[in-house]
């Protein structure tokens, strides 16, 4: 009974890639009204449990080589929220930052694998950084201009960002004051590939907006953020993109439910649950500071709160701060 589902939605993947790069116009919608549905399991120990999720592979290429991260700081950036998601993605394969660790979270995310059994990649670099603080397409993007930006980015005639489909990703952050098409009530960000018609080659990339003034609250976190925490909200999104790039990174390799143009992807059936008793609306038990600063894990340099994100052996949700680990 499940094989049939999987060829289905494998020839619907290919296929729709192949014949109509149409679907290349259609985001992932990361803030489904309804996605917590899914995320509801009946048990409250086993975080976004449920029956009814199927988490399969449907034999793409996923991030298998050392990943480098190439940044395009869209808009006006203050030098400390670049250095703190910087941080981010260096803790990442930091396996010295004190437990729980970001490097913890990433475990989860590294027991993907390709159809030749090997893992998602345990390094993560940062790599090359492009400021693009004249807004070169303007401060309201479309899906289509956000692939003229990262032409931009990697054809610039100084430093131009460097381009291998390999191991590359691209991250998109767009400033508070740059509308993005959808932002805010249907999407907080995505992650796709590009065109070679538009931009020259395929390369994963994803756009992460700064929602603090456009809609701080709803691409942030499902609950009120308190303003200590400001420097934190672009952080829990920009995970999320991580972590679904590496797994899908040209969106035909880990998710569920059986279409390719909505997939439900690792962090999707994840959302809001940052702790052991997650789910609905409770975000699970959390840690403080001795500020009184929520976080869940440790980075090189700093606390961070991040999302969970979909475990496929065990069938729900886990990150480094769980109690029963
Ligand atoms: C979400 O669920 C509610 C209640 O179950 C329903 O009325 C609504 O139409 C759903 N929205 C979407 C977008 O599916
Ligand atoms: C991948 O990263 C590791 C750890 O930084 C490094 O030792 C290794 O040489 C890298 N491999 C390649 C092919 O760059
Ligand atoms: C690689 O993936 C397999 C299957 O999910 C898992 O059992 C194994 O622990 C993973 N290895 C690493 C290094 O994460």
């Not at 991260?69 to 981010?88: A, C, D, L, P, T």
């Not at 893992?119 to 670099?125: E, G, L, R, W």
């Not at 200590?228 to 880990?254: D, R, S």
């Amino acid at each position: 009974m499940h094989q049939f589902p999987v060829l289905l939605s494998l020839i619907a993947v290919s296929v729709l890639l192949m014949v109509t790069p149409v679907i290349g116009y259609r985001p992932w919608p990361h803030l489904k009204p309804n996605s917590s549905d899914l995320t509801l399991g009946s048990s409250k120990k086993f975080e976004g449990s449920s029956e009814f999720v199927q988490m399969r592979y449907h034999m793409g290429p996923v991030l298998t080589a050392n990943i480098t991260v190439h940044i395009v700081w869209y808009g006006r950036w203050q030098k400390s929220q670049k250095k703190i998601i910087r941080e981010f993605i260096n803790s990442i394969s930091a396996v010295d930052a004190k437990r729980p660790s970001v490097a913890g979270w990433w475990k989860t995310v590294q027991l993907y694998t390709d159809q030749t059994g090997a893992n998602i990649s345990h390094t993560v670099h940062l790599g090359e950084e492009k400021n693009d603080r004249f807004y070169s397409h303007g401060k309201k993007l479309t899906r289509l201009s956000i692939q003229s930006v990262i032409k931009s980015a990697v054809t610039a005639s100084t430093k131009p960002l460097p381009i291998n489909p390999r191991s590359g990703l691209f991250l998109l952050l767009t400033s508070d004051d740059v509308y993005v098409q959808d932002f805010c009530g249907q999407v907080c960000g995505f992650h796709y590939f590009t065109f070679p018609s538009i931009v020259g080659y395929t390369l994963p990339y994803a756009w992460v907006g700064n929602s603090a003034k456009l809609c701080p609250g709803v691409c942030a976190y499902p609950f009120a953020v308190p303003k200590y925490m400001t420097g934190f909200k672009p952080l829990n999104v920009i995970g999320h993109e991580i972590a679904e790039l590496a797994t899908n990174p040209l969106v035909n390799a880990w998710y569920a439910g059986q279409d390719p143009v909505a997939p439900v992807e690792i962090a999707d059936l994840c959302e809001g649950i940052y702790g052991t008793g997650g789910g609905g609306s409770y975000t699970g038990q959390l840690l403080n500071d001795k500020d009184g600063a929520t976080f869940n894990m440790n980075g090189i340099g700093r606390r961070y709160l991040v999302q969970w994100v979909w475990n496929h052996i065990l069938n729900y949700c886990t990150g480094p701060n769980a109690l029963d680990q």
